[in-house]
């Protein structure tokens, strides 16, 4: 069963607080949702996407130049091209 957008957003900050994300969002009340400029802002923060994906490398195939890019980068390139971005962090939920 597909989660609501908040309930993507509220579990994704929940998880990368977890790993070590801090961010002025931590200590707000996860009911309230956020507006859509400060979904983007934490969403794609590099600061948020390694706490969730983490910096480990993984190999991107050979039409990259460079394998063992940091699995963050590699996600937020991922997820800057899709319609839905909270739907693409829901799979990694």
């Given at each position: 069963m597909s989660m609501t957008n908040k309930e993507i957003l509220?579990?994704?900050i929940a998880?990368?607080?977890?790993?070590?994300?801090?961010?002025?969002?931590s200590q707000i009340v996860m009911d309230t949702l956020l507006d859509s400029q400060s979904l983007f802002a934490i969403i794609f923060s590099h600061s948020f996407a390694k706490a969730f994906w983490?910096?480990?490398?993984?190999?991107?195939?050979?039409?990259?130049?460079?394998?063992?890019?940091?699995?963050?980068?590699?996600y937020l390139m991922e997820m800057v091209r899709e319609e839905e971005p909270l739907k693409y962090?829901?799979?990694f939920l």
């Open positions: 509220v579990n994704a998880l990368s607080i977890a790993n070590g994300y801090i961010t002025p969002y983490g910096e480990e490398p993984i190999d991107m195939g050979e039409a990259f130049r460079e394998n063992g890019t940091p699995a963050y980068i590699y962090l829901e799979k």
